[in-house]
């Protein structure tokens, strides 16, 4: 119930502040002046991500579906079938036992946990003006590749395609890592317990960019030319 109850006020919480962000977008955003470039020609001068494939910014209602719409699709909820396996291998936690109930039991925490982190970032990345996708690396080199997918695990693109610390990637993590705690039973329900899952969040999120670097149909279809 208290899972029910935690993805219910994630949802009412992304709900209210989609539109509110949206009127602000409308509002702070100016006409192209002529001869400007967009983002998706340019890399800026001295941006932390140089020579990575770009892309058209996402508008507030773009990230609202990356983050929240799509955390409800295939990605999430395969994703937290995956993450109840685990937890049932290990009877983590305890409380909850084994079987169908406790299989249930840890897939309902998984898909209201990562509502949560994603509900948190759609705000802070909206707030931030951030771009939540990950930008694949135009450089052949598999070395340079791999350095280009673990520094997105911390930095990102902006809407103006600048680059940045990904405020709402990183803080999300860690946020939602402790919400999870509001349904969490004693033995996984400490202060450590969330910073533990907000640092595997993080590993998940390396894992991702890994994937979206060398798998292109991995990509969002905006960014699945080249390679």
Same mark, same amino acid.
């Given at each position: 119930? @208290?899972?029910?109850?935690?993805?219910?006020?994630?949802?009412?919480?992304?709900?209210?502040?989609?539109?509110?962000?949206?009127?602000?977008?409308?509002?702070?955003?100016?006409?192209?002046?002529?001869? @400007?470039?967009?983002?998706?020609?340019? !890399?800026?001068?001295?941006?932390?991500?140089?020579?990575?494939?770009?892309?058209?910014?996402? $508008?507030? *209602?773009?990230?609202?579906?990356?983050?929240?719409? @799509?955390? #409800?699709?295939? /990605?999430?909820?395969?994703?937290?079938?995956?993450?109840?396996?685990?937890?049932?291998?290990?009877?983590?936690?305890?409380? +909850?036992? @084994?079987?169908? %109930?406790?299989?249930?039991?840890?897939?309902?925490?998984?898909?209201?946990?990562? #509502?949560?982190?994603? $509900?948190?970032?759609?705000?802070?990345?909206?707030?931030?003006?951030?771009?939540?996708?990950?930008f694949p690396s135009k450089d052949k080199r598999k070395k340079q590749?791999? +350095? !280009?997918?673990? %520094?997105?695990?911390?930095?990102? %693109?902006?809407?103006? *395609?600048?680059?940045?610390?990904?405020?709402? %990637?990183?803080?999300s993590q860690f946020a939602g890592g402790q919400f999870t705690n509001? +349904?969490?039973?004693?033995? $996984?329900?400490?202060?450590?317990?969330?910073?533990v899952r907000a640092f595997i969040g993080l590993g998940a999120d390396?894992?991702? !960019?890994?994937?979206?670097?060398?798998?292109?149909?991995? /990509?969002?279809?905006?960014? /699945?030319? #080249?390679?």
């Amino acid at each position: 119930m @208290q899972v029910v109850l935690s993805s219910g006020i994630c949802a009412l919480f992304a709900l209210l502040f989609a539109p509110a962000l949206i009127a602000a977008e409308g509002r702070q955003t100016a006409p192209p002046k002529p001869g @400007q470039l967009a983002q998706a020609d340019q !890399n800026p001068p001295g941006s932390a991500l140089p020579n990575t494939i770009s892309a058209p910014p996402f $508008t507030v *209602g773009e990230k609202f579906d990356y983050r929240v719409v @799509q955390s #409800l699709g295939l /990605r999430g909820l395969g994703g937290s079938l995956i993450g109840a396996a685990i937890g049932q291998a290990r009877d983590a936690p305890h409380e +909850w036992g @084994q079987g169908v %109930k406790g299989y249930a039991s840890r897939y309902g925490s998984g898909v209201a946990g990562n #509502l949560s982190r994603q $509900t948190f970032a759609f705000v802070l990345e909206s707030a931030f003006h951030e771009d939540p996708r990950y930008f694949p690396s135009k450089d052949k080199r598999k070395k340079q590749r791999m +350095w !280009n997918a673990a %520094k997105q695990v911390f930095l990102c %693109k902006t809407d103006t *395609g600048d680059s940045s610390f990904a405020y709402g %990637k990183v803080v999300s993590q860690f946020a939602g890592g402790q919400f999870t705690n509001v +349904w969490q039973p004693a033995s $996984t329900g400490s202060v450590t317990d969330g910073v533990v899952r907000a640092f595997i969040g993080l590993g998940a999120d390396a894992a991702y !960019n890994f994937m979206q670097e060398f798998l292109p149909f991995t /990509r969002p279809h905006s960014l /699945r030319h #080249l390679h």
